[in-house]
């Protein structure tokens, strides 16, 4: 469960519920490729929902992604 701090730095964020999940696996640690297949969309459709989430959380690559995460959440498994 999201703490309320958590909770409005999604909705600051104005993230999706695809784009959360995209993120929750990245900051699980899983490559792109991974990320696909979990998730059942092609690697193409993750490249496009990391690249939305960078221009949202306002980052340039994955590594500052996950250092986002780092800072404004501590598990984003859910929105509630």
């Not at 409005?8 to 490559?31: M, P, R």
């Amino acid at each position: 469960m999201l703490d309320t701090e958590q909770k409005n730095a999604l909705q600051t964020s104005n993230l999706t519920d695809k784009e959360i999940k995209v993120l929750n696996l990245l900051f699980s640690g899983l490559h792109s490729s991974a990320i696909a297949d979990s998730l059942f969309i092609s690697e193409a459709t993750v490249r496009v929902h990391l690249h939305k989430i960078y221009k949202k959380i306002a980052v340039k690559n994955k590594q500052q992604a996950i250092r986002w995460c780092q800072d404004n959440l501590k598990n984003i498994n859910s929105r509630s």
